[in-house]
Every structure is written in C-alpha cells, then in structure tokens.
C-alpha cells in the first residue's frame, strides 16, 4: 500500500486550519482512509492509504480531502486554463513501443524547499503506482524559462545547452508566442546532452552505462531501436521515461513549469497529468494548456473534462444500510468533491459529476463509497439483516477438501500454485499448440483451448489465465531437481478458458491433477492412485487409449468418469522432460473436479 509522508505545518496551511493539532488531524484522516503509519527521521507523519485515490500522493491532495470533510470546499472544482501557447510536435520517428504524450504549462507557482519536496514526491509516487515503474508512464518537469520554444525546421543542433548555460537563459529568455518543442526518437549513440546529477555531456546510451539513474531504468528502453527524446531549440533536455537533462532543472526559484509525460497508455498519463496540474494549482499555479500534434491529429491538454455516472437512491440506501432523503444525498456528494442532479421518475437517482483528477470512479458503487465516507461510517447504526442465515462450507468447498485430503492420503504433497501463467509455460513448453477453435470437448486436447489474456499484464511471466494444471507441477518439479526422489505433488486448482458461449466470454473450471516423480515411474503406478481416489468417491473410471502431444503415445489414456470424458493420464514425452530438465520419469493425470460429485 502506498505511504506518504505528510508534513503537518503543510497540512495545516494549505487546509486553513492551523488551531488542528496532530492527532485531531491524524483522526480527520482516519476518517478519510488514511492510517498513520509513524514518523520520518525528519519529523514528517506517514500515512498509509488504499492505492485507489492517488489524489491524495501529495499533501496538497490530502488537504483538498480534508477541505471537503470540512465542509470549506463543496462541489467539483476545474481550475480555470488559459489558451495553449505552446506545442508538443510528434515525430514519425518516436519508438513505437512509446507513442504517447500530454503535458500542460504551470505558470505562477510558488515553490519553497517544502513544496518542491512535495512535488518530488508526488512524481515518483506516480511513476511507482500509475506509472508503474515509469514502464506505462513517466512525468518530465523543467522550468519553462530553460526552454527555448521554435518551429522545428529551425533548430539549431549543438547550440549551447550545457550547464554553463543555464543562469544565463534563467536571466535572459523571456517567452514568445507560438512556441514549439518536439517528441521524437533518437538513436542510442545520438545527441548529446547533460542530465541531472551530472557534469558530463553523454549520450542516451551513456546514460544508461554510466549513470545511476540511467542503470536503473535502462531495462525499460533496452529493446529499443531507437530512444524517446524531447527537444527544444537549444537541443534534447528529456530522455523519458530515464532522466531530465540539467539545463531544465526545477529549483526553488523556478517559477513557470513544463509538465511533459510519456507512455504506452494515453488515458494514463493524461490522469497523471490532472493529478500534477491540480498539486500546482494549490500552489499558487495557473495551468495553461499545449497542443500535442500527433500523426493522427491534434489533442489540447490538459484533459479536464468532467465525467458522469448515473447511480439510483435505492442502492445509496441497502448499501449504505440508512434511510436518507434527496437533499442530504447531494449534500454528501458535494461534500465528496462531487456534484450531484436528481433524476425524479420511476426510480430515484443522482447524476454525478467527477473531477478530472478522480482515477478511482469506475463504479457506482465508487460513488456510494465517497458519499459514506462523507456521511461517516462510524455514524452509521449496525443492524441485523432482514433475513436469518447461517454460515457454512459451499457444497463446492467441501468437495474440494476432500478431495486435497484423500490425494495426501494416497502420498501426494498438495500445492497452491498460480492461476497466471504465460504462452510459453502453458503451451510451447508442453508440446501443446492451442486450438483458437477449440473447446472442452473431445476434439481438443486437454490444456489446448484458447487463453484468456491479459490485456496489459504487469509481468511477461503472467500474461494470460492457465487453461490447465499439469504446467504449474511440471514447473514445480523442474525447480525442485535439487531435492531428493520420489516427488509425488497434486494440486486441485482453477483453469480457465475463452468460450464465448459463455455470458462472460470465459469458461471456468476446477481441476484435480497429479504428478509422481520417480526412476521407476509407469502409467500403473499413476493409475493406481487414480482408481483409489475415484473408488472413495464412488464412480466409475475407465481410461480407454488416447493421444495426448505432452503425453508418450501408447502410454497415454482418457480419463472416464461414469460414462464421460473428463481428462487424460499417462506418462510424459522425453520431449516434455528435456524442457524442464528432468532425468527421471513423470507420470501424470489431470481432470475435471465435477467429476467427482
């Protein structure tokens, strides 16, 4: 879970209330979902807050909370934005693999030591959670007086731009009108600049050998043909997502900013961008926007457009468990930074407005969150249910557990393994090629059925939902060569796989599988467990030949439950053990739970 270091003084300033004392204001944040964690070396409290409102990454977003829960401030707020004067140009050269870009000017703001460490920390809170690691988005802020804005045909490379530079542009570069910078890609041995932390010119490739920050995040671009880069007039000042350049360095001086970000998501870092843009207004800032010139089109930002989502009084009330009238809903909403129309006909509801730098509201049921919070949860009165029930073991569960209990009774070691996995485990490494036809039926073999992908997965390791549970134990197997023999593991666990026959487009099962590991392993010994555990459940099992690609033919079976196909058994291909550097003969079993009821 997040944690922020929020300095009190801060707090008390930027919310007005200077008569709170620490503890009412650790209360207040309580209140909001905020825990206190502790202190900081330096005296800054800690608190610890669900990853759902990154609003509150900066202690200016704790203090626009807490000026709602006090009722100072009521409604959605937009800050007001001046005509965009300056133009972020996307080049046909930008990597492919990071297309996206937004930005916004910051005129006017008042930064001290304080608020420059805020803003600091509110950009690498970002980068850790929305951005995640700078991967889906970075955040470049510069000071707008460095940069030299022009039409791209007439930049000058090699004009001065080391450090030498830079209280000489701070003194003498008042800006112009119609000012242009460019997004575009350079290659890893290209244009030199001198990033933060540094005295030396480098190339982007020397960046990532030489400089710290660069080692860190060099595995980001590493496939990368060519680098994103960012120019002025003046030459290259941001190599996102790694490190700005020096000339553009942000001090306590620093007056007019330049919020630039890139990423593979452009609703992501638009998103970051209000949550940078709405931290600097409380700052005394004024946000102008720029115009980003794409290949397919021409975006102003910042995005500050206002989104509604329609949820029924009917539902404010189960939910929340307490009768409220019209009135009082919308005033819970605005006391939420919302605001809130009725809709009076068959059933009553609010049309609700949410704030550009709101990224949590995906859900009406988001909105009933924020209206109990501003109602107080501890002010709500508990009570009993209108129904009596009692609680128990779903008749699923208990089919489950006795099934886990009767496979370590019969020598197996019972595992929990993951339900994500990728292409290469569930599939190449099994000598299986799915069937993007198939489903469960006879026609395709056990584990080849379609993936059910994820869309943006945050690991090349889990990419897609395993659609069968002999990889995850051959895997296990693999990484437990160095243990001693025999290894009997079972696992009764989920798969699942496309099937749009289904509601949802996804067909989800439960399976009992089983590996024995051993020099003298043969399709009996497998067998044998099998026939043991289908006899304690009471069915009847069959096992006629089949053929299997992750299976010996001729060593291979169906698995029969009372008159019905429901898995495979047999001995694995030499194939299949060479992959997973096993030296000794597996025999293995997989098939569908339901089975056994």
Known sequence: MPVVDVDTDELRQLTGHEEKSDDELKDDLFALGLEYEGETEDGLLQFEFGPDRLDRLSVEGVARSLRYQYGDDRGVYVPQTNSPDWTIDVDESVPEQRPYVTGAIVRGVNLDEDALDSLIQLQEKLHATMGRKRVKGAIGIHDLVMLKGTDLGEREVGTESGPE?????????????????????????????????????????????????????????????????????????????????????????????????????????????????????????????????????????????????????????????????????????????????????????????IPPYRVDVLHPVDLVDDAGRAYGFNTLEPRYPDVGTVGGRHEHSDLERAVRERLVGLG??????????????????????????????????????????????????????????????????????????????????????????????????????????????????AKAKLQALCRDFGVDLETPAAEHPSFIDGRTAAVVVDGERVGVIGELHPEVLVEHDLELPVVAFEFELSALE
């Open 165 to 353: 530079a830079v209280n000489e542009r701070r003194e003498s570069s008042p800006q112009t009108s119609g000012n242009s910078i460019s997004y575009r890609g350079v290659d890893p041995d290209g244009e030199r600049f001198v990033p933060l932390d540094s005295d030396a010119e480098l190339t982007p490739a020397e960046v990532l050998e030489q400089h710290p920050t660069g080692e860190k995040y060099a595995d980001i671009v590493a496939d990368y043909d060519r680098y994103p880069a960012i120019y002025d007039e003046l030459g290259l000042f941001s190599f996102p997502p790694v490190i700005n350049g020096r000339r553009t360095e942000v001090d306590e001086d620093s007056t007019d900013l330049f919020v630039e970000l890139t990423g593979t998501d452009q609703w992501t870092i638009d998103k970051m961008c209000n949550i940078i843009c709405y931290a600097l207004s409380a700052r005394g800032g004024t946000i102008e926007q720029v115009e980003v010139e794409t290949p397919d089109g021409t975006l102003v930002r910042p995005d500050f457009e206002v989104e509604t989502k329609t949820v029924g009084h009917d539902r404010i009330e189960t939910l929340l468990g307490t009768e409220l009238d019209f009135e009082e809903v919308v005033d819970l909403f605005e006391r939420s930074g919302l605001d809130a129309t009725t809709n009076l006909g068959d059933e009553m509801s609010y049309d609700v407005e």
């Open 412 to 525: 197996f070691e019972d595992m929990l393994n993951f339900h994500m996995t990728d292409e290469a485990t569930n599939y190449d490494r099994m000598n299986v090629e799915y069937d993007a036809d198939g489903g469960d039926d006879g026609d395709t073999a056990l584990g080849a059925t379609p993936p059910v992908r994820i869309v943006e997965p945050y690991s090349e390791d889990y990419t897609m939902l395993r659609t069968w549970a002999l990889p995850s134990l051959v895997t296990v197997l693999e990484n437990n060569t160095h243990r001693a023999y025999p290894q009997d593991l079972s696992e009764v666990g989920f798969v699942a796989h496309e099937d749009d026959s289904e509601n949802t487009g996804v067909a989800e099962s439960h399976r009992v599988a089983g590996v024995l590991a051993r020099y003298d392993a043969t399709y009996e010994d």
